[in-house]
């Protein structure tokens, strides 16, 4: 089974302390992703990656950033935690649309249920 | 990019049929249709996709209109199971791979015992 494995389901962290949220796919894909998902607000994109190294941003990248130095891998980083930041955080993968025209499925993780306190 | 709309809300009976709305009038001739579904406490998930034709697998159906303006996803028959938020997005296979894919906030499907 494929699968994206989220190394925290629940984390509670301090104002101001440095929060990595780590990542893994197994199925050898290019692109992958970090969203956060907020009550009435849905699925928002914070940033995106097409291959190890690369890094795009999404529609609310303020106050985080990403590594990809391997392709499995993906690292949200929160540099100075706050409190609005706390919420659920989404990582998914998938192949690149350009190998398949439908476009490939997408594959999330659980999530991860960070609380800044 | 372009845009999908759908309810906040919906409920069913179970064991009903569902037909759950989207639309998406800037839809580009290129663009693919596709539904995710987010049970509760999870990721979503993929159901369906298509582009033009309708389109059945073992989860759903979806029916696409002629103008392809406008999508329903189709549960034939409702489960508890089902009760969810499903989400239709828009696919652009010319993205050659760094297509920035977005979800808007779905509707949240509620099933009625």
């Known amino acids: 089974d494929v699968k994206v494995t989220q190394s925290s389901r629940y984390l509670v962290k301090r104002t101001g302390e440095k929060v990595f949220l780590e990542c893994v796919q197994d199925?050898?894909?290019?692109?992958m992703f970090w969203y956060r998902q907020d009550p009435g607000l849905g699925l928002r994109l914070i940033y995106f990656?097409?291959?190890?190294?690369?890094?795009e941003k999404g529609d609310i990248p303020e106050g985080y950033s990403v590594s990809r130095e391997k392709k499995e891998r993906f690292s949200l980083i929160l540099e100075s935690a706050s409190t609005n930041q706390t919420s659920m955080y989404l990582c998914?993968?998938?192949?690149?649309?350009?190998?398949?025209?439908?476009?490939?499925?997408?594959?999330f993780g659980e999530g991860s249920w960070l609380t800044v306190v | 990019d372009a845009k999908t709309t759908q309810p906040n809300s919906m409920e069913s009976n179970e064991e009903e049929p569902v037909h759950l709305p989207c639309n998406h009038s800037?839809?580009?001739?290129?663009?693919?249709i596709h539904w995710y579904r987010q049970l509760p406490s999870q990721g979503p998930e993929y159901v369906i996709h298509?582009?033009?034709s309708n389109v059945n697998n073992r989860m759903a159906s979806l029916a696409i209109a002629e103008d392809r303006k406008s999508s329903t996803l189709i549960l034939h028959r409702a489960t508890l199971r089902d009760a969810a938020v499903y989400y239709c997005?828009?696919?652009?296979?010319?993205?050659?791979?760094?297509?920035?894919?977005?979800f808007g906030t779905g509707t949240r499907l509620t099933i009625i015992p």
């Open positions: 998914a993968s998938r192949s690149p649309t350009v190998n398949r025209p439908s476009g490939n499925t997408i594959y």
């Open positions: 199925m050898d894909h290019e692109n």
């Open positions: 990656s097409y291959d190890v190294k690369m890094k």
């Open positions: 800037t839809i580009s001739g290129t663009d693919y």
């Open positions: 298509g582009l033009t």
């Open positions: 997005i828009l696919r652009d296979p010319l993205g050659f791979g760094n297509e920035k894919l977005t």
